[in-house]
């Protein structure tokens, strides 16, 4: 049997924060537009955020079904419903003790905050919002931001550890810089527009899920001219 060849990290050039514009154009024409993120209102979105917290999409579509099978998504019905009643709906999803707790805990800020209605959250400024939601227990910046971009239509580009990967091996940061960090070199990049952030994000999921992985297909990659 033939041995596959070991892959060999390419010694790439250091891209430059000046072409993330040009990388995301090759991503989009590889790929066209991923229309992320999957929801059928603002609080199934806030919903998925906090679900797909360490699972795949796939785990979050199955709780996000049986919450819709159950008359179960929608603020009051969340704040009604048992704890324990909740992590059976949303188990698929794994940790569901954990993040049923979660849950809970923004339900209670949503309703404190907000009187319960997604669209004065929505109607809050971009920076308040954030350091608001990132007061709730469970809620980090990817969270936050995944929150602010999709269900707020507020400009804040999310990043999660495809994009850790992907433009660490293109030189772009060092994988270890903060979240913060990582976001600041893409925001001043980039022009603050909710429709671009929203696409670019999920450009770089579709690319390290079908390229980028823990063996890359550099060679079929489309960011492949970047390398070089």
């Known amino acids: 049997m033939k041995l596959s060849k070991p892959f060999i990290y390419p010694q790439s050039r250091k891209l430059r924060r000046e072409e993330l514009h040009s990388v995301y154009q090759a991503l989009r024409k590889a790929f066209g537009h991923q229309h ?48 324990r009643g909740l992590a059976k709906l ?8 954990v993040k049923a707790n979660r849950l809970k805990h923004f339900i209670r800020f949503l309703y404190s905050e907000y009187q319960g209605r997604v669209e004065r959250l929505r109607a809050e400024r ?46 772009l940061l060092p994988r ?3 979240y913060d960090a990582w976001q600041r070199l893409f925001q001043k990049a980039l022009p603050a527009s909710v429709s671009l952030y929203n696409d670019f994000h999920a450009q770089i999921v579709a ?15 489309p960011l492949h001219p970047f390398l070089s």
């Open 36 to 83: 992320w993120w999957p929801g059928e209102t603002p609080f199934e979105v806030i919903v998925g955020a906090i679900l797909t917290q360490n699972t795949a999409w796939t785990n979050v579509e199955k709780a996000i079904i049986n919450l819709k099978e159950n008359g179960k998504l929608n603020p009051e019905s969340l704040r009604r419903i048992a704890e």
């Open 90 to 97: 949303i188990r698929p999803a794994g940790y569901f003790n």
């Open 126 to 171: 971009g920076d308040a919002l954030r350091q608001k939601l990132l007061a709730v227990k469970g809620i980090g910046p990817e969270t936050a931001d995944s929150i602010l971009l999709y269900a707020a239509q507020k400009p804040y580009f999310v990043i999660d550890a495809y994009t850790k990967r992907v433009f660490a091996r293109h030189r």
């Open 176 to 178: 270890r810089h903060s």
């Open 207 to 221: 690319v390290g899920k079908r390229y980028c992985r823990t063996q890359p297909d550099c060679a079929n990659c």
